[in-house]
């Protein structure tokens, strides 16, 4: 409903930043999402777990503060797994890009493993270029 993007079941307690960016949002009660702005000004939002805003806040700390600007791999938001999952909820990290209409589209590779801060989990797809005839 919000915007294109993918979802990752996690293997550690950390989410980090999927490229440089500014942190624009923080959800300071819940602590369960964040914001940020790419340096290209494509807006993705982070969200841990489903229905996780129930928590409210308990078992996610925020490691960025709002306006600061962070490198591609960097730890943003650390969560305990193990209370998401005893609160019945699902520990998947999401993430969407909030303003597809202003900036490219993007692929999202699925099925594979990553590796947080190494590996690519979107590109960017090349806008079609229709070629007139002479």
Known sequence: MVGDGFAIRPTSDVVVAPADATVTVLMEESRHAIGLTLDDGTELLLHVGLDTVAMGGEGFTYLVKQGDHVSKGEPLLRFDRDKIRKAGHPDTVICVVTN???????????????????????????????????
């Open 100 to 134: 597809p209409a202003e900036h490219a589209a993007f692929s999202f590779p699925t099925g594979g493993k990553v590796v947080a801060g190494k590996d690519a989990v979107a590109h960017r797809v090349a806008a079609a270029v229709t070629v007139q005839p002479a």
